[in-house]
C-alpha cells in the first residue's frame, strides 16, 4: 500500500565571503485526495492534488551586510516560485487552480554608524505578478477570486531610544 502522501524538502544557505550570502530552498510534495467527497456538488474527486499543495515550489535569494558611510548596509534580493495549485470547495470546477509564478522581492536597510536610526525600502511583487490565493463558492453570488498583493513598495524610518 503506497503512503497517502509523499514529499522532499531542502535547503541551504551559504556564507559566500565579502559580506555576502546565498540562501536557497526547494520542497516536492506528491499528495493525492483519498476518499473524498465534494462539497460544492457531491462528486468525488479521489486521487486530484490536495488543495493549496504545488508539486513545486522554492525560493533562491542573496543577501549583503556590510558597511557603507560609516554605518551598517543589509540588502536581500529574493526570487520565489509556487506550482500550479487547485483550490477548496470548487475542487471539481475546471477553472478552480492557478498556475505556477514566480515573484522577485528586495530590501536595503541603512544603519547609521550610533544604530539610533536606520532608513530602510522594501519592494515585493517588483515584477507585479498576478496571482490567486484563494477560491471559493460563495452562495448566490458565484465564485469569488482572491488575489495576492500586486507590486509594493514600502520606505521605512526607524528610531532608537
Given at each position: 500500500?503506497?503512503?497517502?502522501?509523499?514529499?522532499?524538502?531542502?535547503?541551504?544557505?551559504?556564507?559566500?565571503?565579502?559580506?555576502?550570502?546565498?540562501?536557497?530552498?526547494?520542497?516536492?510534495?506528491?499528495?493525492?485526495?483519498?476518499?473524498?467527497?465534494?462539497?460544492?456538488?457531491?462528486?468525488?474527486?479521489?486521487?486530484?492534488?490536495?488543495?493549496?499543495?504545488?508539486?513545486?515550489?522554492?525560493?533562491?535569494?542573496?543577501?549583503?551586510?556590510?558597511?557603507?558611510?560609516?554605518?551598517?548596509?543589509?540588502?536581500?534580493?529574493?526570487?520565489?516560485?509556487?506550482?500550479?495549485?487547485?483550490?477548496?470547495?470548487?475542487?471539481?470546477?475546471?477553472?478552480?487552480?492557478?498556475?505556477?509564478?514566480?515573484?522577485?522581492?528586495?530590501?536595503?536597510?541603512?544603519?547609521?554608524?550610533?544604530?539610533?536610526?536606520?532608513?530602510?525600502?522594501?519592494?515585493?511583487?517588483?515584477?507585479?505578478?498576478?496571482?490567486?490565493?484563494?477560491?471559493?463558492?460563495?452562495f448566490f453570488s458565484g465564485?469569488?477570486?482572491?488575489?495576492?498583493?500586486?507590486?509594493?513598495?514600502?520606505?521605512?524610518?526607524?528610531?532608537?531610544?
Open positions: 500500500m503506497d503512503p497517502p502522501f509523499a514529499g522532499y524538502e531542502r535547503d541551504a544557505a551559504f556564507e559566500l565571503g565579502g559580506g555576502f550570502s546565498f540562501d536557497a530552498a526547494g520542497t516536492y510534495l506528491d499528495l493525492e485526495l483519498g476518499n473524498y467527497i465534494s462539497p460544492s456538488n457531491n462528486q468525488n474527486p479521489t486521487g486530484t492534488r490536495l488543495p493549496l499543495s504545488p508539486e513545486w515550489s522554492g525560493s533562491a535569494s542573496i543577501g549583503y551586510d556590510g558597511e557603507v558611510l560609516s554605518g551598517g548596509l543589509r540588502s536581500h534580493l529574493e526570487y520565489v516560485y509556487r506550482g500550479k495549485i487547485i483550490f477548496p470547495l470548487t475542487l471539481d470546477a475546471p477553472q478552480n487552480f492557478d498556475e505556477k509564478y514566480g515573484a522577485i522581492n528586495a530590501s536595503v536597510r541603512w544603519t547609521e554608524p550610533n544604530e539610533k536610526f536606520y532608513v530602510e525600502i522594501i519592494g515585493r511583487n517588483l515584477d507585479d505578478t498576478l496571482y490567486r490565493v484563494q477560491r471559493a463558492d460563495v465564485v469569488y477570486d482572491s488575489f495576492g498583493p500586486p507590486r509594493t513598495v514600502e520606505a521605512r524610518v526607524g528610531f532608537s531610544f
